[in-house]
């Protein structure tokens, strides 16, 4: 018995389908591009305003002793103890000369509530860096009655 020997084919991929698809895809990408002036007019649109959170009932002891102050203003300056400190570089060395006058003493945070955000994390930041834990700092935040 003889059997015929089939050669195989070689598979072929058929381009003008390929080519069709490609431009179709490249029509629909050209269609539905913004351009960059575009978003950028959007980005500067829109913004988003945040305030710092307020408790209106707080629970707790009364705090003892008296706290050390650290206020921010709404222009970004920086208060400590009433005393201005020139930038938020200087912060954690005058937070430092605070605690070797007095190891005991407890800070208090009180920003205007239009103090920019990056001023606040400065802020935390100088904190973190003089040895002081944030979490041991409250907050209360100045309100602006209109």
Do not use: H
């Not at 015929?4 to 991929?13: D, L, T």
């Not at 209106?56 to 650290?70: H, I, K, N, S, Y």
């Not at 570089?89 to 190891?103: G, K, S």
């Amino acid at each position: 018995m003889k059997f015929v020997e089939r050669k195989s084919r070689r598979p072929a991929v058929p381009l003008v389908s390929l080519i069709d698809i490609l431009t179709i895809l490249l029509i629909f990408f050209i269609v539905t591009t913004r351009f960059q002036e575009e978003e950028m007019v959007e980005a500067e649109e829109r913004r988003l305003d945040i305030s710092l959170p307020t408790v209106a009932d707080m629970e707790g002891a009364p705090a003892t002793g008296q706290r050390v102050v650290l206020s921010l203003t709404a222009e970004a300056g920086i208060f400590l103890a009433g005393e201005p400190v020139a930038s938020l570089e200087d912060l954690p060395a005058a937070l430092m000369a605070v605690r070797a006058a007095d190891p005991e003493a407890t800070f208090e945070l009180e920003p205007d509530e239009a103090a920019p955000l990056g001023v606040v994390i400065g802020v935390w930041d100088a904190l973190s860096q003089a040895g002081i834990e944030v979490g041991d700092v409250p907050a209360r935040v100045l309100r602006r009655v209109p």
